[in-house]
């Protein structure tokens, strides 16, 4: 919901003050008051009311407006004069605006030229099915994992034997829209191999499968659909160049779950992301791990997502929700692969 605090400068306003706020109830999250040394009631009727309440000496009306627009905590902001109020219409309209649904985000990737946009759901290759979408994410969001269960321990299961170089540097950051982590690794070369991966929340992930460290953007976005509480689904929009036949990724046709042929046998000693986080049971228990330092994916996700719940409990957006259409019309993503010196 967008949250909206209402603003005024008041001096001896106690015969106005009283039908303005009232007319601000229904639609105000937050009313400031800043008032210029009133004589009268005003002081008095603004903090009965609750309201965040201001003394400044008056200098102009302009800059009293801003200096009260500044002491307000969120992003919209409506001005009123204490001897005004809101009219029947114009508070149902702002009524309207509070509820309105957030923008679909349109990503710079589908915007890219000389290119088409593919869409597929289902099962993700190799993928889980049988289990809460926040494995999933969660699994994603963890570098190593790639690492040591893709290369490591199953054997290669993406498209290039550098995926099983020991890492030179792993960076977590959060981002304005969620988080993403930067693996770095040194080539044979002698330059340097950095791989992005970006999750947006809530939940939008941007991956980056190589055949051979090159650099190049990310063309896919993919999701972790919630089923219900114990099942999920992939879902992917994939920008795909003209002239590019649509095919399997190296990555997939690596997967266990891609192979023709793949006994039970060779898929449980050779697990995929499917086993390892279905393998967790249907809801994990949290109580059960015992997290380390290599779980630093796993712990920011976490508390993004906390922080998520909190600001939705207090009637607040999360983080990835945008309500400006101007803004959700180009959404930057950062994701690739970067081979620098």
Known sequence: MNRLSACLITFNEEHNLPRALTSLAAIADEIVVVDSGSTDRTAEIAKAQGVSFFERRFTDHADQKNYAAS??????????????????ELRNSLL????????????????????????????????????????????????????????????????????????????????QMGMRFVLTRKLETGKWWELIWEMIMPLNVHLVYTDEPNTERVRAVSYCVPVDDTHQLGASIRWLPDGEPEALSGREQLAPGGRKNASYEYIQRHPDDKEAVEGQGPIALHGLEHLVTSDQGVMLFRNILRKATQAVAQGDDPKGILRDPVRASFVATSAGSVVRD
């Open 96 to 175: 309207e605006w509070k509820k309105r649904e957030p923008e679909f985000p349109v990503y710079d990737i589908w915007q890219t030229a000389g290119g088409t946009l593919k869409a597929r759901m289902g099962p993700r290759v190799g993928g889980p099915v049988n289990c809460n979408w926040l494995q999933a994410e969660e699994n994603l969001m963890d570098a190593l994992h790639t690492f040591w269960l893709h290369t490591r321990h199953s054997g290669a299961q993406f498209p290039s034997q550098v995926y099983g170089i020991d890492p030179d540097a792993l960076q977590y950051e959060e981002t």
């Open 71 to 88: 002491r307000a905590s969120n992003d919209w902001i409506f001005l009123l004069d204490a001897d005004e109020e809101l009219s029947g």
